[in-house]
C-alpha cells in the first residue's frame, strides 16, 4: 500500500492552512491562552453564528461556489463536506493547540484514527514495531489488514526502552506505543525510544487515549504522532464516537494527505457532541484522576487483591516514568484477584449493582470488564497469576462505589471457599 506523494495544491493548502491560530484569551490579553481557558472558548466565534453560544453542526456534503476563481482556489479550506466543515475544523484546532502539533485530522472513531496514522506512515514491504500490551483492535488492525498490503507487525516488551534499537531493521518505518496500555498499563519510555530511532526515517505513534493532551503530550517526549479514541475522554458522555490524528511538521504532510485519499472525517453529529465534551474536559479529568486513585488505593487495601495495575501509584513499576512524563492520571486502571474459574467471576461481575460491563471508558458511569491478556500476548508473557479486571471510575458516589465492589469482593471470596 502506497501513499500517493502530495499534490501540488496539497502543498499550496499546507502553507496556508497548517492550522487556525486559536486567538489569545480576552481575560488575559497578556498570557498565551490556558487549557481550560482554551477548552471553553477554542474553535468557536459566537459572532458569526447569530451569536450563539456554540457552534452549530453543519450537516451537508456540497459547498457551492461564488463563481470560477473561487472553484479553481484549492487553497479554500472547505471545499466538499468530506473535507470538514467550520465546526470540525474548530474541534481539530482544539486538538492541535493542546497536542502541540502542526495539524490535526477528525476520523469517525478510534480504529479509523489508528488506521489513518499508520498508513500515512508505511507503504508496502515496510514493518511496523508495535508495543505487546497495545489495544487489541490495533493488534488485529495490524495482523488482519495491514499484512494483506505487504506490511509486517512484530510486538515488543512495553518496557523495552533504548533497547527497541536492537530490533529496528531496515524494512522498519514505524513504532506504535500505546502508554499506558488500556488493559495492563504498562508505560513506554517516550524519549529513549524517540532517542533509539533518532536519525532514521521512522514515525513514533502514541495512543494517548487515557492521559489525553492535558495529563501527557507525547510530541513534546519526541513522539511523531499522537492519536486518540475521543470516544473516549474527548467526548465523554457515551454518546459518540470519534478518532483524532495529530502530527508533528515531518509528519502531517502525509497525514492530511492520507486523509483525503481515504475520505476520512467526522460525523457532523458526533463533532458537535465532542466539542460539547471538550469544553468540560479538565474538569472532567480531575475528578476522574481523583476517583480513580481513591478507589485503587481502596482495592489495594483489600485483602483478596493481589495487585493493583495503576501507574500513578508508588506499587506501580512505571512509577518513575509516570512522574517524569505526566502531570496526571486518567479514570481507568485495572486490578488482579486469585484465580478463579468462570463461573466465581460471573459471580462477582453478575450481580454488581452500579459497575456495568462495557468495552468503552470515559464516561460518567463506571465500568468494569474482566479480561485474559495472556490470550493477546505474543512477545512477552503475562505474569500475573490471577484474574485481572478493568475498570473505569465514574461519577457515582465513591461510597456507593465502593459498597458495590466491596460486595462483589465477598462473593468472589466466598466462591473460591476461601
Not at 30 to 53: K, S, Y
Not at 120 to 138: F, H, N
Not at 224 to 229: A, G, K, M, T
Request: aromatic content about 8%; some cysteine; overall charge negative.
Amino acid at each position: 500500500m502506497v501513499a500517493p506523494k502530495i499534490a501540488a495544491t496539497t502543498l499550496t493548502y499546507l502553507a496556508q492552512h497548517k492550522s487556525i491560530p486559536m486567538k489569545k484569551s480576552k481575560i488575559h490579553k497578556d498570557h498565551p491562552t490556558r487549557t481550560e481557558t482554551l477548552l471553553t472558548h477554542g474553535g468557536r466565534e459566537p459572532a458569526a453564528h447569530g451569536g450563539f453560544v456554540n457552534m452549530p453542526a453543519y450537516r451537508g456534503s456540497t459547498i457551492v461556489f461564488e463563481d470560477l476563481a473561487s472553484l479553481d482556489d484549492h487553497t479554500i479550506r472547505h471545499r466538499y463536506g468530506r473535507q470538514g466543515t467550520p465546526l470540525t475544523a474548530g474541534l481539530e484546532d482544539i486538538v492541535t493547540e493542546l497536542e502541540g502539533a502542526v495539524g490535526t485530522c477528525l476520523a469517525p472513531n478510534g480504529v479509523s484514527a489508528i488506521s489513518l496514522a499508520l498508513m500515512a506512515c508505511l507503504d508496502a514491504g515496510d514493518e511496523v514495531l508495535i508495543t505487546d500490551s497495545v489495544y487489541e483492535p490495533t493488534r488485529k488492525l495490524a495482523d488482519k489488514l495491514l499484512t494483506r498490503f505487504g506490511i509486517s507487525a512484530r510486538y515488543f516488551d512495553p518496557r523495552i526502552g533504548a533497547g527497541i534499537a536492537d530490533l529496528l531493521g531496515p524494512a522498519t518505518k514505524a513504532v506504535f506505543l500505546e502508554s499506558p496500555g488500556s488493559l495492563t498499563f504498562e508505560l513506554q519510555d517516550i524519549p529513549a525510544i524517540s532517542s533509539a530511532v533518532s536519525g532514521r526515517d521512522i514515525g513514533i505513534i502514541v495512543d494517548n487515549s487515557w492521559a489525553t493532551p492535558l495529563s501527557c503530550r507525547p510530541l513534546a517526549l519526541g513522539a511523531d504522532i499522537v492519536v486518540h479514541s475521543g470516544t473516549k475522554m474527548f467526548v465523554g458522555h457515551s454518546d459518540a464516537m470519534l478518532g483524532t490524528v495529530s502530527a508533528n511538521e515531518k509528519h502531517w504532510p502525509r497525514i492530511l494527505e492520507t486523509a483525503h485519499a481515504l475520505g476520512i472525517i467526522a460525523s457532523p453529529d458526533d463533532s458537535f457532541l465532542a466539542t460539547r465534551g471538550m469544553r468540560t474536559l479538565g474538569v472532567r479529568m480531575k475528578e476522574h484522576e481523583r476517583r480513580a486513585l481513591d478507589l485503587a488505593r481502596w482495592l489495594e487495601s483489600q485483602e483478596i487483591v493481589t495487585r493493583v495495575l495503576h501507574p500513578a501509584l508508588p506499587s506501580h513499576p512505571d512509577k518513575a516514568i509516570f512522574d517524569r512524563d505526566f502531570s496526571g492520571s486518567g479514570s481507568l486502571f485495572s486490578f488482579v484477584l486469585p484465580l478463579a474459574e468462570r463461573s466465581v467471576i460471573a459471580e462477582f461481575v453478575d450481580h454488581l449493582a452500579l459497575f456495568a460491563m462495557g468495552y468503552s471508558w470515559g464516561g460518567f458511569e463506571s465500568l468494569i470488564l474482566p479480561f485474559d491478556p495472556t490470550k493477546i500476548r505474543t512477545a512477552t508473557p503475562w505474569n500475573e497469576h490471577g484474574n485481572a479486571f478493568r475498570v473505569h471510575v465514574g461519577f457515582e458516589d465513591m461510597d456507593d462505589l465502593k459498597a458495590d465492589l466491596a460486595a462483589g469482593l465477598e462473593r468472589y471470596r466466598k466462591s473460591l471457599g476461601t
